[in-house]
Antibody
Framework: QLQLQESGPGLVKPSETLSLTCAVSGGSISSTDYYWGWVRQPPGKGLEWVASIYYNGDTYYNPSLKTRVTISLDASKNQFSLKVSAATAADTAVYFC?????????????WGQGSLVTVSS | QSVLTQPPSVSGTPGQRVTISCSGSTSNVGSNYVYWFQQLPGAAPKLLMYRNDQRPSGVPDRFSGSKSGTSVSLAISGLRSEDEADYHCAAWDDSLGGHWVFGGGTKLTVL
């Protein structure tokens, strides 16, 4: 059974870099069948796609965040990561990692439990 | 401000049928599949509907989806207390090189 688990600091200071990792178990991020990505949800608000990555390193970013966001993967550890630079209070959110099948369902079909990141001094 | 527009809230009584709307534009809903996610309080979103009207395994047939032009609807019939949750619509948007867009979410209250 596929499981995704987010980890990272719960508190980040303004202007610093927010970093998160998603550990994948029960499946391989080197599979050609899936994209791996991040979706965030500010407190009390809707969902916002942040970025996605394919096994070969191809990356896809939300145009509104593209200049500050980097997504990467580490096949040796079966995990992928997100960095958001120059963090502000607007980046405060629960960050979910999720899987997207390349065929069939074509959207986020498996999710992690989420990790709350607060940007505050 | 979300790209897709959903009503902030809807409500219904047990056994009733309710619908949740989601409107977009020609670059997203009008030209791509729409997806629905159910988010129970304090939990991660769960895929509820894919490719406009397809239910993943395990989703009851009380849930149905439809699409017309740049608008879609999620219908829930035989409303149950456990359906109380936030519902989010999503679609791929072809503008700006392509990206995922979501609605602001709709809170369903079962009275």
């Amino acid at each position: 059974q596929l499981q995704l688990q987010e980890s990272g600091p719960g508190l980040v200071k303004p202007s610093e870099t927010l970093s998160l990792t998603c550990a994948v178990s029960g499946g391989s991020i080197s599979s050609t069948d899936y994209y791996w990505g991040w979706v965030r949800q500010p407190p009390g608000k809707g969902l916002e796609w942040v970025a996605s990555i394919y096994y070969n390193g191809d990356t896809y970013y939300n145009p509104s965040l593209k200049t500050r966001v980097t997504i990467s993967l580490d096949a040796s550890k079966n995990q992928f990561s997100l960095k958001v630079s120059a963090a502000t209070a607007a980046d405060t959110a629960v960050y979910f990692c999720a899987r997207t099948p390349k065929t069939g369902i074509l959207t986020f079909d498996r999710w992690g439990q989420g990790s709350l990141v607060t940007v505050s001094s | 401000q979300s790209v897709l527009t959903q009503p902030p809230s809807v409500s219904g009584t047990p056994g009733q049928r309710v619908t949740i709307s989601c409107s977009g534009s020609t670059s997203n809903v009008g030209s791509n599949y729409v997806y629905w996610f159910q988010q129970l309080p304090g939990a991660a979103p769960k895929l509820l509907m894919y490719r406009n009207d397809q239910r993943p395994s395990g989703v009851p047939d009380r849930f149905s989806g439809s699409k017309s032009g740049t608008s879609v609807s999620l219908a829930i019939s035989g409303l149950r207390s456990e359906d109380e949750a936030d519902y989010h619509c999503a679609a791929w948007d072809d503008s700006l090189g392509g990206h995922w867009v979501f609605g602001g979410g709709t809170k369903l209250t079962v009275l």
